[in-house]
Protein backbone atom coordinates (compact mmCIF):
# COMPACT_ATOMS: atom_id res chain seq x y z
CA UNK A 1 0.00 0.00 0.00
CA UNK A 2 1.21 3.77 -0.83
CA UNK A 3 0.00 6.57 1.34
CA UNK A 4 0.70 9.91 0.06
CA UNK A 5 0.28 13.63 2.47
CA UNK A 6 0.59 16.57 0.71
CA UNK A 7 1.70 19.79 2.91
CA UNK A 8 2.26 23.28 2.30
CA UNK A 9 -1.83 24.93 1.45
CA UNK A 10 -2.60 27.88 2.42
CA UNK A 11 -4.39 31.52 1.75
CA UNK A 12 -2.33 33.81 -0.14
CA UNK A 13 -2.85 37.15 -1.85
CA UNK A 14 -3.08 36.92 -5.86
CA UNK A 15 0.44 37.36 -7.17
CA UNK A 16 2.04 35.23 -4.64
CA UNK A 17 3.77 32.59 -3.88
CA UNK A 18 2.94 28.73 -2.53
CA UNK A 19 4.64 25.26 -2.78
CA UNK A 20 3.04 22.34 -2.49
CA UNK A 21 5.27 18.99 -1.06
CA UNK A 22 3.66 15.34 -1.41
CA UNK A 23 5.56 12.59 0.24
CA UNK A 24 4.61 8.93 -0.76
CA UNK A 25 5.17 5.91 1.21
CA UNK A 26 5.44 2.28 1.11
CA UNK A 27 6.05 0.01 -2.20
CA UNK A 28 6.56 2.02 -4.98
CA UNK A 29 7.70 0.74 -8.16
CA UNK A 30 10.49 2.65 -9.92
CA UNK A 31 8.82 3.24 -12.88
CA UNK A 32 5.95 5.96 -11.93
CA UNK A 33 4.64 9.31 -12.33
CA UNK A 34 3.26 11.50 -9.51
CA UNK A 35 1.31 15.06 -10.09
CA UNK A 36 -0.69 17.27 -8.77
CA UNK A 37 -4.72 17.92 -9.54
CA UNK A 38 -6.83 20.47 -8.60
CA UNK A 39 -10.93 20.84 -7.80
CA UNK A 40 -13.36 23.16 -6.54
CA UNK A 41 -16.95 22.81 -5.71
CA UNK A 42 -18.89 21.48 -8.96
CA UNK A 43 -16.26 20.58 -11.18
CA UNK A 44 -14.15 17.81 -12.30
CA UNK A 45 -10.80 17.23 -10.85
CA UNK A 46 -8.24 18.97 -13.29
CA UNK A 47 -4.94 17.96 -13.83
CA UNK A 48 -2.15 20.40 -12.83
CA UNK A 49 0.98 19.36 -13.45
CA UNK A 50 2.77 15.58 -13.57
CA UNK A 51 5.92 14.66 -13.75
CA UNK A 52 7.66 11.19 -14.47
CA UNK A 53 10.30 9.08 -12.62
CA UNK A 54 12.49 10.29 -15.83
CA UNK A 55 11.50 13.51 -14.90
CA UNK A 56 9.51 14.44 -18.19
CA UNK A 57 6.73 17.21 -17.22
CA UNK A 58 3.41 18.21 -18.46
CA UNK A 59 1.58 21.19 -17.97
CA UNK A 60 -2.12 22.14 -18.06
CA UNK A 61 -2.34 25.30 -20.31
CA UNK A 62 -3.53 27.84 -17.36
CA UNK A 63 -0.53 27.01 -15.03
CA UNK A 64 2.40 27.23 -17.58
CA UNK A 65 5.06 29.76 -16.72
CA UNK A 66 3.73 30.15 -13.39
CA UNK A 67 4.01 26.70 -11.91
CA UNK A 68 6.82 24.13 -11.79
CA UNK A 69 7.13 20.71 -10.78
CA UNK A 70 9.57 18.76 -9.75
CA UNK A 71 10.63 15.65 -8.14
CA UNK A 72 13.26 14.01 -5.61
CA UNK A 73 13.01 9.84 -6.96
CA UNK A 74 15.49 9.14 -3.68
CA UNK A 75 13.15 10.44 -1.21
CA UNK A 76 10.00 9.68 -3.55
CA UNK A 77 8.70 13.96 -3.19
CA UNK A 78 6.93 16.01 -5.22
CA UNK A 79 6.89 19.39 -4.79
CA UNK A 80 4.72 22.46 -7.24
CA UNK A 81 6.07 25.73 -7.13
CA UNK A 82 3.53 28.21 -7.90
CA UNK A 83 3.96 31.39 -8.50
CA UNK A 84 1.95 34.28 -9.72
CA UNK A 85 -1.13 32.92 -8.48
CA UNK A 86 -4.28 34.15 -9.52
CA UNK A 87 -8.10 33.93 -7.73
CA UNK A 88 -8.49 31.38 -10.64
CA UNK A 89 -6.29 28.50 -8.95
CA UNK A 90 -8.24 28.33 -5.85
CA UNK A 91 -8.90 24.92 -5.34
CA UNK A 92 -8.37 21.54 -3.09
CA UNK A 93 -4.63 20.02 -4.56
CA UNK A 94 -4.32 16.46 -4.71
CA UNK A 95 -0.86 14.55 -4.91
CA UNK A 96 -1.39 11.65 -7.15
CA UNK A 97 1.11 9.15 -7.87
CA UNK A 98 0.55 6.13 -10.55
CA UNK A 99 3.12 3.33 -10.79
CA UNK A 100 1.04 -0.25 -11.37
CA UNK A 101 -1.93 1.17 -9.44
CA UNK A 102 -3.44 4.93 -9.13
CA UNK A 103 -2.93 6.50 -5.49
CA UNK A 104 -4.31 10.04 -4.60
CA UNK A 105 -3.35 11.90 -1.35
CA UNK A 106 -6.28 13.93 1.22
CA UNK A 107 -5.87 17.11 -0.68
CA UNK A 108 -4.43 20.81 0.76
CA UNK A 109 -6.38 23.91 0.18
CA UNK A 110 -5.12 26.44 -1.52
CA UNK A 111 -7.04 29.83 -1.59
CA UNK A 112 -5.94 33.21 -3.67
CA UNK A 113 -7.65 36.10 -2.16
CA UNK A 114 -8.24 39.08 -4.81
Known amino acids: QVHLVESGGGLVQAGGSLRLSCAAS????????MGWYRQTPGKQRELVAT???????NYADSVKGRFTISRDNAKNTVALQMNSLKPEDTAVYYC????????WGQGTQVTVSS
Open 96 to 103: RLVDLREY
Open 26 to 33: GSIFGINV
Open 51 to 57: ITSSDST
